[in-house]
């Protein structure tokens, strides 16, 4: 793969109306149970990105008809629960995490085997977190001696209900369990130890599926049928974070995101930035296909530190990267606790987000659970990004409020979550370029 580096002059302000990708989570997710629906879902507002993509790639692979994607459009010719066929080769999901973990839950319930593998980083990330529930449901899984990827999941194997405490609050593991358990015998049921996004649980219902939810149980019996339906993709509030916290660091900033999603298990970065100082307004909120969805006016601001509240990090979990920027560019402390899961996301979140800050003179002190960062004076300089798509962004909007230019490493991965990244923030007026 080539190196591709992100060049940001200093300095700029965002302005105008744009409107970000599809939401991931969501993209995943339509592919998954579009296919195991009877009938022909249509979905708009896809992400064309390499995760959701993944995702595509591997129910292709099994046998679902799927035309598009098409400017966000896709006809998915469902199979039923039962209909997907054995893929000839092991499914490559290259850097996402929920493809793998998702599916690996999926999977476990079907009469064929299967093996599912993915690239240096996912080859690296906790995967024991779903082997555990999925075994106890009755599934065999074999995984590298660390529990990590490849895994080769042994079809055939009759999976029973369970009810499970999940030990981290994850939305993955969550969705693993509550999908083998469309496959298992009697109640399957998840109880996480705080709330996580909910758009399993939506999707579901909103094909026909029944799903209790009552606090942080979720409850769903095996046998049932899921009915095709549309599916409108909202744009994704973990790529509008950063544009959030870029007009709210640049001065002059007045920048509108359009029908960005708003389900209450995202928003977590809007009720931080404010608890900041941030001036973000919410306008023409609406629910789209199960989900909200709203625009989102951000005007410059002056920040100030804050300690993060712990109940507000699963619902910001992605969003930490621009978090940490705007907590560079606060006035004060800024202390985060409780975010031991942002050390095994795509990067080890914590250090390698404060070794980029430190790299541009900002004091970031990581902790074992999250970090204690100084606002003070962004410099100029160059980062790494260790091919992390958020970490590559959230130093690009780091750039407004430098003193010199930043040079980001290693950002090709970009492309799994935010295609157009550049072109997008360039037009709102970032002084971004690409180089390699
Ligand atoms: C996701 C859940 C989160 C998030 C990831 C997408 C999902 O992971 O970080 O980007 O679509 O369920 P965890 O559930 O592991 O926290």
Redo the contacts with the bound molecule.
């Keep these: 793969m080539t190196e591709v580096r992100f060049h940001v002059e200093a300095g700029g302000r965002l302005g105008g109306r744009v409107r970000v990708p599809g939401d ?2 969501i993209s ?1 997710r339509s592919i998954m149970l579009g296919s195991l629906a009877d009938g022909v879902t249509e979905v708009s507002g896809f992400l064309e990105g390499e995760d959701s993509l993944a995702t595509l790639a591997a129910f292709r692979a099994m046998g679902v008809a799927i035309e598009g994607p098409d400017e966000g459009q896709l006809s998915i010719h469902g199979v039923g629960l039962h209909g997907l066929r054995r893929p000839a080769e092991p499914l490559y999901l290259g850097n996402s ?2 493809s793998m973990r998702l599916l690996a839950g999926l999977l476990a319930g079907q009469g064929f085997d299967t093996v599912l593998t993915g690239d240096a980083s996912l080859s690296s990330r906790p995967m024991k977190r779903v082997i555990d529930p999925l075994t106890e449901m009755g599934a065999r899984i074999d995984s590298e001696p660390g529990g990590t990827a490849p895994l080769r999941i042994h079809g055939g194997q009759r999976l029973h209900g369970i009810h499970y405490r999940l030990p981290m ?5 969550k ?1 693993c369990v509550l999908l083998a358990g469309l496959y298992a015998e009697g109640e399957t049921c998840t109880i996480e130890p705080a709330p ?2 909910d ?1 399993t649980e939506r999707m579901l219902a909103g094909m026909g599926y029944p799903v209790e939810v009552e606090g942080r149980t979720a409850c769903l019996s095996g046998g049932g049928r899921l009915r095709a339906t549309r599916i409108d993709v909202p744009s994704d509030i973990s790529s509008a974070a950063f544009f959030l916290v870029g007009a709210s660091i640049a001065a002059g900033s007045d920048l509108t995101l359009e029908h960005v999603g708003m389900n209450p298990t995202r928003t977590g970065v809007i009720d931080i930035l404010r608890l900041m100082g941030a001036d973000i307004e919410v306008s023409n909120a609406r629910e789209v296909g199960g989900e909200p969805v709203a625009d989102l006016r951000v005007r410059s601001a002056p920040l100030k530190g804050i300690a993060i509240p712990e109940a507000l990090v ?1 619902l910001a ?2 969003e930490f990267p621009a978090l940490f920027v705007a907590a560079a560019c606060a006035e004060g402390e800024t202390l985060l606790t409780g975010a031991e ?1 942002l050390r095994v ?1 795509e990067s080890d979140r914590i250090q390698v987000m404060a070794d980029g800050l430190q790299a541009l003179g900002i004091q970031a002190d990581p902790t074992p659970d999250g970090i204690r960062i100084q606002g003070g004076v962004l410099r100029g300089g160059r980062v790494a990004s260790h091919g992390d798509h958020r970490i590559a962004m959230a130093f690009a909007m780091a750039a407004l409020r430098a003193d010199g230019p930043i040079d980001i490493e290693d950002c090709a991965n970009v492309n799994t979550s935010f295609p157009g990244f550049v072109e997008l923030a360039a037009g709102a007026g970032l002084k971004i370029s690409t180089l390699g």
């Design positions: 991931k989570s995943h995490g929920t609050a994850s939305a993955q593991v969705s996580t996004r758009h699963p979990i992605d899961e996301k």
